[in-house]
């Protein structure tokens, strides 16, 4: 080696830094090697540090999606969780959310499957990020009816919702044209068994994967009420705490039956245990008490959320 100076050339730094970080020599087997004090090596893998040769770089695994995931599935024992990064607005993180579903989708629907999807503005985004890919025999349905909000803002337009992600996959879809809440259980019935909206309904026992989100009671900012101000404060008056596909739940997770149960048109509670894989997506820190409960019920197979959501699920469960 050349002669070592208190102004060492690159190359010197280079060389020591190699020695020390990447043989693994101890600062005095480097001094006996190059015939040098142990300080003077000192000086130079301090050099090496100011003029960037040498650089570290401290992660702290907490800080890792990836960690995340795992600590946030086996707090929960939901198989399998995926967290997006949150953006720099509500708008954006509902995106990404929606994007990593169209990612899983796109991976995970094989010919033949029946396809479920709830409604939300998430699940808007949803059809244009997928990438489009011929199946065969996939049908898409829905899984409750219209409501009379959906009409003036279209991220709840779920069978436009349907029809776009059939033609994603090059299935069929089902429309199931009838309105999410009626009057009377009586007209419900008789909806029900219209030759229009019957064999949609029977595709319910025979879903293969379900995309739902997450509703809060009280409705959190920009969320809309589905079934109305009046009939979400009862809920609420019962102990409700969020829903799903406007079925209600406490935050035990238990289902709470109201006199909307027998006016919704919408796939059940009981129905919606019994599908194999349930696909949860949802975003912000607003949610945390509504998912918390929901995760108890057991059914969630797959989460889809941002990563300040993630963050405050783990602090409650902590």
């Not at 009409?151 to 089902?174: C, D, K, R």
């Not at 019935?189 to 319910?204: A, C, F, G, T």
């Not at 026992?205 to 969320?223: F, N």
Request: hydrophobic share 40%; with cysteine.
């Amino acid at each position: 080696m050349n002669e070592l100076t208190n102004n060492p050339s690159d190359n010197t730094l280079v060389q020591i830094a190699r020695l020390y970080y990447e043989e693994n020599k101890s600062q005095q087997e480097i001094a006996d090697e190059i015939d040098v004090s142990r300080s003077l090596v000192a000086l130079y893998l301090k050099r090496a540090r100011d003029r960037g040769i040498v650089s570290f770089q401290i992660r702290n695994p907490q800080d890792d999606n990836e960690y995340l995931e795992r600590h946030l599935s086996e707090r929960t024992n939901i198989p399998r969780v995926t967290i997006v990064p949150t953006a720099s607005n509500s708008a954006l993180t509902r995106r990404s959310v929606a994007s990593a579903v169209a990612r899983h989708l796109e991976n995970s629907l094989q010919d033949g499957e029946v396809l479920g999807l709830g409604f939300g503005r998430t699940m808007h985004e949803l059809p244009s990020l997928i990438a489009p890919r011929r199946t065969n025999n996939i049908s898409v349905v829905p899984l409750m009816g219209e409501s009379a909000s959906s009409f003036s803002l279209s991220y709840s337009q779920i069978n436009q919702v349907v029809l776009q992600v059939s033609q994603a996959f090059a299935g069929t879809p089902h429309f199931l044209l009838a309105p999410l809440l009626v009057e009377t259980p009586e007209l419900r019935q008789m909806l029900l068994s219209d030759s229009s909206v019957r064999p949609v309904v029977e595709l319910w026992s025979k879903l293969d994967h379900i995309y739902i989100g997450i509703g809060t009671v009280p409705a959190i900012e920009d969320e809309v009420v589905y079934v109305g101000e009046e009939n979400l404060n009862r809920c609420a008056a019962l102990g409700a705490v969020g829903d799903t596909c406007t079925r209600y739940f406490d935050a035990s997770g238990n289902y709470i039956k109201t006199d909307l149960h027998d006016r919704t048109i919408g796939i059940t509670f009981d129905q919606l245990r019994q599908v194999k894989n349930v696909n949860v997506l949802t975003s912000g820190a607003g949610k945390a008490d509504a998912l918390s409960a929901f995760i108890k019920t057991g059914m969630v197979s797959h989460l889809f959320v941002d990563e300040e959501l993630a963050r405050v699920m783990l602090n409650k469960l902590t």
